[in-house]
């Protein structure tokens, strides 16, 4: 699919000339504006009910090591919030279990410590949140096709 | 692929990595954008991510601009649930030499609680220069921060783990290749007394 579609992939911006950075970003701004326009009810990966209908489930765990012992790392979440900590929690567990950081696990538990308890008390995280937007997992230049003038012809990956 | 129209999405193909968040989260600057040296701790707007909060503004969406001022909070927790998560090399020393400005980012109480850090290590932390200055840094940070959750049931388990998993490493690679060795040249060693 990636061949049928035109333009190529951005890669090092700043190999572009300014009027061609300022294509790509204006371009980029009205994509992502576009995408705002779809919103959803939680925090999680997107899945497909009985219906066929596109909803929001469980995230995928795309991790060759998988964190939580399974494929998925939890959801649907109510805030984005409770998806950190789930995670954190999710991440401990299989650190202790010897399954995440074979090595160096003690640093990396600590690390999970703190950042547990930044979590905790991080004021921006306790806002109340209604409305859901879809994120691309990976917000490199390497997923964008742009045109001979900067600007986007396609946003890719989205399975990363 | 996510294709839209009308609002909704119509196609969606090879998606299984996206995911839904809040919009600070979804709208925040992109990676692409980033600053330089976002992981030594540089927090400041970089020049593509104010282009991006003007390009917002001019498309009329001043909302979306606020979230790429306000993106640092899930740009700095962003690792610690990406793919390359696992890999020490990675997130490890992206979130040692990023803590300081983590701590004022996330939670700016936190610093209060800050253990003291001898001033030329925190320098060293936020642009550590030698990976030899940035592992003792590391020390230094682990041993601090192992006095702060002593009571914690997990991490005395975890230290067990490393442990355990030193103690095999070593003896698969220093205590059996050295047994082995005494073993040859002791054998050697008899053979030439034997001659003799």
């Given at each position: 699919?990636?061949?049928?579609?035109?333009?190529?992939p951005?890669?090092?911006l700043d190999?572009l000339s300014?009027?061609?950075?300022?294509?790509f970003?204006?371009t980029?701004a009205?994509e992502?504006?576009k995408i705002s326009s779809?919103?959803?009810?939680a925090v999680?990966?997107?899945c497909?009910?009985d219906a066929?209908?596109?909803?929001?489930?469980k995230?995928?765990d795309?991790?060759e090591?998988?964190?939580?012992?399974c494929?998925h790392?939890?959801?649907?979440?109510?805030?984005?919030?409770?998806?950190?900590?789930y995670?954190?929690e999710?991440?401990m567990?299989?650190i202790?279990?010897?399954t995440?950081?074979?090595?160096?696990?003690?640093?990396?538990y600590?690390?999970?410590?703190?950042?547990?308890?930044?979590?905790l008390?991080c004021?921006?995280?306790?806002?109340?949140?209604?409305?859901f937007y879809l994120?691309?997992?990976?917000?490199?230049?390497?997923?964008?096709l742009i045109?001979?003038?900067?600007?986007?012809?396609?946003?890719l990956?989205?399975?990363? | 692929?996510?294709?839209?129209?009308?609002?909704?999405?119509n196609?969606?193909?090879?998606f299984?990595g996206?995911?839904?968040?809040?919009?600070a989260?979804?709208f925040?600057?992109p990676?692409?954008?980033?600053?330089?040296?976002?992981?030594?701790?540089?927090?400041?707007?970089?020049?593509?991510e104010?282009?991006l909060?003007?390009?917002y503004e001019?498309?009329?969406?001043t909302d979306l601009a606020e979230c790429?001022?306000n993106?640092?909070?899930?740009q700095?927790?962003?690792?610690?649930?990406?793919?390359?998560f696992?890999?020490?090399?990675g997130y490890?020393?992206e979130?040692?030499?990023s803590?300081h400005?983590m701590r004022l980012?996330l939670?700016?109480?936190?610093?209060?609680?800050?253990f003291?850090l001898?001033?030329?290590?925190?320098?060293?932390a936020?642009?550590p220069?030698?990976?030899?200055?940035?592992?003792a840094?590391i020390?230094?940070?682990?041993?601090?921060?192992e006095?702060?959750?002593?009571?914690?049931?997990?991490?005395?388990?975890?230290?067990?783990?490393d442990?355990?998993?030193?103690?095999?490493?070593s003896?698969?690679?220093?205590?059996?290749p050295?047994?082995e060795?005494?073993?040859?040249?002791?054998k050697?060693?008899?053979?030439?007394?034997?001659r003799?």
């Amino acid at each position: 699919m990636y061949e049928q579609l035109p333009g190529s992939p951005a890669h090092d911006l700043d190999d572009l000339s300014p009027e061609q950075l300022d294509r790509f970003i204006d371009t980029y701004a009205a994509e992502a504006i576009k995408i705002s326009s779809v919103k959803f009810p939680a925090v999680g990966g997107l899945c497909l009910d009985d219906a066929g209908a596109i909803t929001v489930g469980k995230m995928v765990d795309t991790r060759e090591s998988s964190a939580a012992g399974c494929n998925h790392l939890g959801g649907p979440f109510k805030s984005t919030r409770e998806r950190y900590l789930y995670q954190i929690e999710a991440n401990m567990s299989a650190i202790k279990a010897g399954t995440l950081f074979r090595y160096g696990a003690h640093r990396a538990y600590l690390a999970h410590l703190e950042v547990r308890d930044l979590i905790l008390g991080c004021a921006a995280l306790q806002e109340d949140e209604q409305e859901f937007y879809l994120k691309h997992p990976d917000g490199t230049a390497d997923n964008i096709l742009i045109d001979g003038s900067g600007a986007v012809s396609a946003l890719l990956d989205w399975e990363w | 692929m996510v294709s839209l129209l009308a609002n909704s999405i119509n196609h969606l193909l090879t998606f299984h990595g996206a995911y839904t968040t809040c919009k600070a989260h979804a709208f925040g600057g992109p990676r692409w954008a980033q600053p330089e040296h976002f992981w030594a701790g540089d927090m400041t707007l970089s020049p593509k991510e104010i282009k991006l909060i003007e390009a917002y503004e001019r498309q009329g969406r001043t909302d979306l601009a606020e979230c790429v001022r306000n993106a640092r909070v899930h740009q700095l927790l962003d690792p610690f649930f990406g793919t390359d998560f696992y890999t020490p090399s990675g997130y490890l020393h992206e979130f040692l030499s990023s803590r300081h400005a983590m701590r004022l980012t996330l939670d700016p109480g936190s610093i209060s609680e800050e253990f003291l850090l001898d001033p030329e290590a925190m320098k060293s932390a936020l642009h550590p220069g030698s990976p030899r200055e940035m592992e003792a840094w590391i020390q230094l940070w682990e041993i601090e921060t192992e006095k702060k959750y002593e009571g914690d049931e997990g991490l005395a388990l975890v230290k067990e783990l490393d442990k355990r998993k030193w103690e095999a490493w070593s003896r698969s690679k220093i205590v059996y290749p050295l047994q082995e060795m005494m073993r040859r040249s002791w054998k050697r060693c008899r053979k030439i007394m034997g001659r003799a």
